[in-house]
C-alpha cells in the first residue's frame, strides 16, 4: 500500500513573522506531531505569497485518523500554529504517493 500525503495551502495573515510561524511548526512537529501512528515527515514549502506543507503517514487511515483527531480536539501546539494561518486561505488534499526517485 503506497504511503499518504496530506497537503495543505495556505496564506500567512498580514503582519505575520515567518521566523515565527517556523518556531511554532518545529514546536508542534517535535512536540505532537512527529508522534502520531504512521507520521513519516512533514514539510513546509514558501513562495513569495502563498505557503504550503505536506505531511507523509503510512497509510490512508493514519492520516484520516490524525486529521479527525486534531479537528475534534486540537490542542495548544496546533491552535497556535493555526493562529499564523489566515482561515479562508487554507487548501487541503491526499494524494498517495505512487513513485519515489
Known amino acids: 500500500m503506497p504511503n499518504v500525503v496530506f ?6 495573515k498580514k503582519g505575520t ?13 517535535n512536540e505532537h506531531i512527529s508522534k502520531q501512528k504512521g507520521y513519516i515527515s512533514w514539510q513546509i514549502f514558501a513562495s513569495e505569497k502563498e505557503w504550503a506543507d505536506m505531511l507523509v503517514f503510512e497509510t490512508m487511515d493514519d ?16 491552535l497556535n500554529f493555526y493562529s499564523f494561518i ?12 505512487e513513485k519515489s526517485f
Open 17 to 29: 513573522s515567518a521566523k515565527d510561524f517556523l518556531a511554532a511548526v518545529e514546536k508542534l512537529n
Open 7 to 12: 497537503f495543505n495551502s495556505y496564506k500567512l
Open 63 to 78: 492520516v484520516k485518523a490524525f486529521e479527525k483527531n486534531a479537528a475534534s480536539n486540537p490542542n495548544e501546539l496546533a
Open 86 to 97: 489566515s482561515p479562508m486561505s487554507c487548501k487541503s488534499r491526499y494524494y498517495t504517493i
